[in-house]
């Protein structure tokens, strides 16, 4: 066990975030959303993870402005350093060197079972290790902290579980040394669909897609365009449901849900008097428009002035290395590797 837990007054948090393409609607309630509510009730730590963005092709310039967009993002949707760590990954060194430590303990059958693994090679015709090991390198992230919780989405509770076997055979192996961290998967929000197809889950892979998301950035008349847009079935109940017919319905409402706060009853009573799909979607369209509206200016501010979000990051990136390297020379200890200056 951690020697600092016993001293711990706050649950400690890690969650990761992928600087590929644009923050979508899906990553802010089924994530960022969550984490800005809980920052003062948990010791938070958020990692934006660029080395695991890597594990698929990106365009250099591209990513580079990504990860700092969303650093920018994460601020402007009222993650507080004061509060919080944020961070980006490869500024901490000791990911990548726990993610080696880790590979050493991991069987590669482990890996090849992952369901996300598996889709995303199914969709390529080369794929990198490092794809295959990304699994591995989110166990160092979360590991490396002693986490005591991982708030993700759904997708993800299969890479937690593995993070828990992972850190149970490393300690089985060498001796108690990581805290085996729990999945927290959000109630409401936790899986917005894409509006043009609410059989799928909203993913910045289908960004591209006319329709599909909405990008925080939006503009206003956009988000009302995409709403407007979205698929539905040839009904007219507004309520929540878990008839495939009714998907897309379904997603309005859960996106409303999850904006508002409001249970499941008080939303469909919100809309007892709705003229129809129409009204239902402008009014969700609405609520999107006014949550993400402070967010798109704060955000905008920010992106104009790199050396204040940078200076903001480099403090992330010392915060998070004095606990993850401190957790790394533990291994190394445990491992029988030599630490300069120790017997
Ligand atoms: P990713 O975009 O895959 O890096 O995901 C970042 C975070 O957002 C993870 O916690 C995901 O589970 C979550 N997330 C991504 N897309 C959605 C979605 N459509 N609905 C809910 N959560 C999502
Ligand atoms: N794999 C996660 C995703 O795509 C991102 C991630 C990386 C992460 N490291 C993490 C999430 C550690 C939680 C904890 O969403």
């Known amino acids: 066990m951690a020697g600092d837990e016993r001293k711990r007054a706050k649950r400690r948090v890690f969650s990761g975030i992928q600087p590929s393409g644009d923050v979508q609607l899906g990553n802010y309630l089924g994530a960022i959303k969550g984490w800005v509510e809980r920052q003062d009730a948990k010791e938070n730590y958020f990692c934006i993870v660029d080395l695991h963005a890597i594990t698929t092709p990106q365009k250099p310039e591209e990513l580079r402005r990504q990860t700092r967009s969303l650093a920018?993002?994460?601020?402007?949707?009222?993650?507080?350093?004061?509060?919080?760590?944020?961070?980006?990954?490869?500024?901490v060194t000791a990911h990548a060197e726990g993610c080696w430590?880790?590979?050493?303990?991991?069987?590669?059958?482990?890996?090849?079972?992952?369901?996300?693994?598996?889709?995303?090679?199914?969709?390529?015709?080369?794929?990198?290790?490092?794809?295959?090991?990304?699994?591995?390198?989110?166990?160092?992230?979360?590991?490396?902290?002693d986490a005591d919780e991982v708030p993700v989405g759904?997708?993800?509770?299969?890479?937690?579980?593995?993070?828990?076997?992972?850190?149970?055979?490393?300690?089985?192996?060498?001796?108690?040394?990581?805290?085996?961290?729990?999945?927290?998967?959000?109630?409401?929000?936790?899986?917005?669909?894409?509006?043009?197809?609410?059989?799928?889950?909203?993913?910045?892979?289908?960004?591209?897609?006319?329709?599909h998301a909405v990008n925080l950035l939006d503009e206003p008349k956009e988000i009302e365009r995409s709403f407007k847009r979205a698929v539905t079935d040839s009904g007219n109940d507004i309520r929540f449901s878990d008839d495939p017919e009714k998907a897309g319905v379904n997603n309005l409402l859960g996106v409303y849900k999850a904006i508002t706060g409001r249970s499941r009853e008080e939303v469909e009573a919100d809309f007892a008097g709705a003229r129809g799909y129409g009204d239902l979607k402008a009014r969700v369209a609405e609520?999107?428009?006014?949550?993400?509206?402070?967010?798109?200016?704060?955000?905008?501010?920010?992106?104009?002035?790199?050396?204040?979000?940078?200076?903001?990051?480099?403090?992330?990136?010392?915060?998070?290395?004095?606990?993850?390297?401190?957790?790394?020379?533990?291994?190394?200890?445990?491992?029988?590797l030599v630490i300069p200056g120790e017997q």
């Open 72 to 91: 920018a993002m994460l601020f402007a949707a009222g993650l507080d350093p004061e509060k919080c760590t944020v961070f980006i990954q490869s500024h």
């Open 101 to 145: 430590a880790l590979n050493c303990v991991t069987p590669v059958g482990w890996l090849e079972r992952m369901t996300q693994y598996k889709d995303k090679i199914s969709r390529q015709e080369s794929v990198a290790t490092g794809l295959l090991d990304y699994p591995v390198l989110m166990a160092a992230d979360i590991l490396l902290y």
């Open 154 to 211: 759904d997708d993800q509770r299969q890479h937690v579980e593995l993070t828990r076997d992972i850190a149970q055979r490393f300690n089985h192996l060498y001796g108690d040394t990581f805290k085996v961290p729990e999945a927290v998967i959000p109630e409401a929000g936790a899986r917005v669909m894409g509006l043009d197809d609410p059989t799928v889950k909203m993913s910045k892979s289908y960004a591209h897609i006319r329709g």
């Open 287 to 336: 609520a999107v428009i006014e949550e993400l509206r402070p967010l798109r200016e704060r955000h905008h501010r920010l992106m104009n002035d790199v050396g204040e979000l940078d200076r903001l990051l480099a403090v992330g990136a010392e915060q998070a290395g004095a606990v993850s390297e401190n957790k790394l020379k533990e291994v190394k200890r445990r491992m029988g």
